[in-house]
């Protein structure tokens, strides 16, 4: 904690021992040490982080801009100045952000926003390199420009949401509203005539003329309820049960929250076919409950649970075994070619490859080659272009977001606030790993898209409310009132 953090004035502190004598009711024996207790109010401080933060801001809007220049530079030659202005929108709303942070969240942190910012810019600007070569066919697509529009949308959900919720603290008055939004979004997509058919995942659905995936708000949801829900029963899911092999496991009447979640995890997995999310919503709880708990054993419990039903559904159902086929077998020739093969994970692989150590250049590569380049495999587009050391550079801002959020579970002095924090930021650290590794062949590919920089609505409007939410956090940590026993 930096040192004008740290001011603090103490109310209600006995000076000298004589004073706590004075102060001690009649009738009272104190022996040995004397227990105080003290309530620490922290000075309202000048916006020094929002001072940190505006020229870290300025250099991701710089980033950005500069991202998409030199992309139109190498891709056309030219500069076309009607995404420039558009783009552009998006970051004076990240400023008007700002400035809503220096009126209502002085003391959020003044690292969360530029990084979220620099990754979404980056995002922007490879969709549109990678829209290009289509603008001379007959189905031209504009997946870039809908992007910036998606973006300048959750900016603005971003900014109400920081403006609408005052004190975090209330959302756990809420959580049974949460879990009950939660399931109703994980069903939307098999409900009939409103989830989209037709893909090998069932998690979209359409409302007129938009398509949008619940499940990417069901996460938040989730978050939130498990956070209040756990502050509740952590007692009675860490200290009853009996030992095994050094470890205190949970008693047969406290399964039923991990079997619930685990049922629900099995749904997406066979109904909707999303091994992806499925791996999201069971990793949230476990890492969430062993937060709570302390516990190793809910971690082991549940990775059984886990591991064994993946083998089911790899052995039941197809779409699961193609994908591990896939991840194994990648370069055989009936795998290669098959439908749903290994066709776009050799590409993938091929292009981080081309790009060596430091890439071909924004607009030099060609990362529409491989099949979902801008939603799916945006990473391999991004490492053709960028190289190892854009990778490693990228990966670097995802690991200092995440820290960011983690490091509310370290200074946080209510326990809601922290287990909301730990579970915000951990849905950013799955999906960062869960799409490297698939990229990358560590473990099998799933359906899960990379956090700001993947093409998708849905994505980019739940991560930005996420940045919200700990951006709150971050600043209530700070402000709130501390009760100090020594």
Same mark, same amino acid.
């Given at each position: 904690m930096p040192a004008a953090d740290d001011a603090t004035e103490a109310i209600g502190r006995p000076s000298t021992p004589a004073a706590a004598? &004075? $102060? /001690?009711? #009649?009738?009272?024996?104190?022996? @040995? $040490?004397? *227990?105080t207790q003290t309530i620490t109010i922290r000075p309202r401080q000048p916006a020094r982080l929002r001072n940190i933060e505006l020229p870290l801001?300025?250099?991701a809007c710089g980033i950005s801009a500069g991202a998409m220049l030199l992309v139109q530079l190498g891709a056309l030659g030219e500069i076309r100045s009607d995404v420039l202005w558009s783009g552009g929108l998006v970051l004076l *709303?990240?400023?008007?952000?700002?400035?809503?942070? %220096?009126?209502? #969240?002085?003391?959020?942190?003044?690292?969360?926003?530029?990084?979220?910012? /620099?990754?979404?810019?980056?995002?922007? &600007?490879?969709?549109y390199r990678i829209d290009i070569p289509s603008?001379?066919?007959?189905?031209?697509?504009?997946?870039?420009?809908?992007?910036?529009?998606? /973006?300048?949308?959750?900016?603005?959900?971003?900014? !109400?949401?920081?403006?609408?919720?005052?004190?975090? %603290?209330?959302?756990?008055?809420?959580?049974?509203?949460?879990? +009950?939004?939660s399931i109703v979004f994980l069903l939307l997509p098999l409900v009939p005539g409103l989830g989209r058919r037709g893909l090998a995942a069932r998690v979209?659905? =359409?409302?007129?003329?938009? $398509?949008?995936?619940?499940?990417?708000?069901?996460?938040?949801?989730?978050?939130?309820? +498990?956070?209040?829900?756990?502050?509740? #029963?952590?007692?009675?899911?860490? *200290?009853? @049960?009996?030992? !095994?092999? @050094?470890?205190?496991?949970? %008693?047969?009447? =406290?399964?039923?929250?991990?079997?619930?979640?685990?049922?629900?995890?099995?749904?997406?997995?066979?109904f909707e076919k999303d091994l992806g999310t499925s791996l999201l919503y069971f990793g949230l709880f476990l890492v969430m409950i062993y937060v709570a708990t302390g516990k190793a054993s809910w971690v082991v419990l549940g990775m059984v649970l886990f591991v064994g039903g993946a083998i089911a559904a790899a052995l039941t159902q197809e779409y699961v075994h193609d994908r591990f086929e896939a991840w194994l077998n990648p370069l055989s020739n009936s795998v290669y070619g098959a439908p749903g093969g290994s066709y776009q994970l050799v590409t993938g692989l091929f292009g981080l490859a081309n790009g060596g150590l430091i890439g071909t250049g924004f607009g030099q590569g060609s990362p529409g080659t491989t099949p979902l380049a801008q939603s799916d495999y945006i990473i391999a587009s991004?490492?053709?272009?960028?190289?190892? &050391?854009?990778?490693?550079?990228? *990966?670097?801002?995802?690991?200092?977001?995440? $820290?960011? @959020?983690? %490091?509310?579970? +370290?200074v946080g002095t209510d326990d809601f606030g922290r287990l909301l924090g730990v579970g915000l930021s951990f849905i950013i650290a799955l999906q960062v790993f869960v799409v490297m590794g698939g990229v990358t062949r560590v473990i099998p590919l799933t359906g899960l898209t990379m956090p700001f920089l993947a093409a998708g609505g849905s994505s980019l409007l739940s991560n930005w409310i996420i940045v919200a939410l700990i951006l709150r956090l971050s600043d209530g940590i700070r402000t709130g009132p501390r009760a100090v026993v020594g």
């Open positions: 004598s &004075a $102060s /001690t009711p #009649a009738g009272t024996n104190l022996t @040995g $040490s004397t *227990l801001l300025i250099v *709303l990240a400023l008007v952000l700002h400035v809503v942070l %220096r009126v209502v #969240a002085r003391d959020a942190d003044p690292f969360v926003l530029p990084i979220a910012l /620099t990754l979404n810019g980056l995002g922007i &600007a490879e969709i603008w001379s066919g007959s189905n031209p697509t504009h997946a870039g420009e809908r992007q910036i529009l998606w /973006t300048t949308a959750a900016l603005v959900v971003a900014i !109400i949401a920081i403006i609408a919720i005052k004190n975090y %603290r209330i959302l756990a008055r809420y959580r049974y509203i949460a879990m +009950f939004v979209w659905i =359409d409302v007129g003329p938009l $398509s949008f995936q619940p499940g990417e708000i069901a996460k938040i949801t989730l978050a939130i309820f +498990f956070a209040g829900y756990l502050v509740q #029963a952590r007692d009675s899911l860490s *200290l009853m @049960g009996p030992k !095994i092999l @050094g470890m205190r496991f949970p %008693r047969p009447r =406290d399964l039923g929250p991990i079997l619930i979640i685990w049922g629900m995890a099995m749904v997406v997995l066979v991004l490492g053709e272009e960028l190289g190892l &050391a854009g990778l490693i550079a990228i *990966l670097g801002l995802y690991i200092l977001l995440v $820290s960011r @959020g983690f %490091r509310i579970g +370290f």
